[in-house]
Structure formats: C-alpha cells, structure tokens
C-alpha cells in the first residue's frame, strides 16, 4: 500500500472515530433540543454579581461562535453591577447536548475589584441548564378516561 493510501486511510478512520465519538457524547434523547440556562449569583455579594454577568457574557459568546440564537429571556440587574440571575435561551441543534455539563455551582477567586484592600475573595453563582422542550405537542385525552371524585 502506498503512503498516499495510508495517510488517506488514516484520515478517514480518524473521522470515523471522531463521528463515534460525538455520536456517544450527544446520544441522549434530549441532546438534540435547543437549552434554556439559568445563572444564579450565589454567595459573595457584589463580587457574585459581577461573576454572575461574566458567566452570562462568556455563555453568550460561546452560543454565538458555535452558530447558536441566543435569546436573553430574563435579567435581573444588581444593585450596583452585575446582575442576580438571567435566563438565556440558546437555539439550534445539540445545543443541550453540549451545555448540560455546565450545570453546578461554579466559583470564581480573585483579588477583588471591589475591595478597597484587594483582597482575594471567592465567590459562586449556579448555573442550570435543562432541555428547551417543544411545547407545540397536542395531546389527546379520552372523555371516558377521565374521573370525578367528590
């Protein structure tokens, strides 16, 4: 076999692998469906705030690159900067499949901007993502199927 052949070989077997791969990554039944993610300040005050809108940033940006929609459903502003939660809805195709690992307690430690000794703090804000379900499904429910008890 010439060396051409085999570097073609390889390279197909590399996208096969890479194929199998995704597939068992994004092989859940809910994978495929859009998200709708939750970001939560936690514990640390403004400093929480501030991490809060930066993972909201961050989020928003990675949607972007990766061709998503990303809809900001609802933001709750801070007091001061930042914000104390936000919703934001990424549209598009394995969307969920890819973010649901980012569901959890993230925590940020800094030297805080916000202290006037620049102290190292740390801070946290939850993230939770769930399935962005269709809800155009109709469903049927048979009279006789239905039950009063009084």
Do not use: C
Request: proline share 3%; aromatic share 8%; no cysteine.
């Amino acid at each position: 076999m010439a060396p051409e052949e085999l570097d073609a070989q390889y390279g197909r077997v590399l996208e096969m692998i890479e194929a199998l791969e995704m597939r068992n990554m994004l092989g859940g039944e809910e994978d495929r469906l859009g998200a709708i993610m939750e970001i939560n300040s936690g514990a640390g005050g403004t400093e929480s705030l501030d991490w809060a809108s930066m993972l909201m940033r961050m989020y928003m940006r990675w949607g972007e690159a990766n061709g998503y929609q990303v809809k900001v459903v609802d933001v709750q502003d801070g007091e001061e900067v930042g914000i104390k939660s936000a919703t934001l809805e990424f549209v598009g195709e394995f969307a969920y499949g890819y973010l649901k690992s980012e569901s959890g307690v993230h925590r940020l430690v800094r030297p805080s901007p916000f202290n006037a000794n620049n102290k190292r703090q740390t801070t946290f804000a939850s993230v939770f993502v769930s399935p962005a379900v269709d809800d155009t499904i109709e469903i049927t429910i048979n009279p006789a199927d239905i039950e009063w008890d009084t």
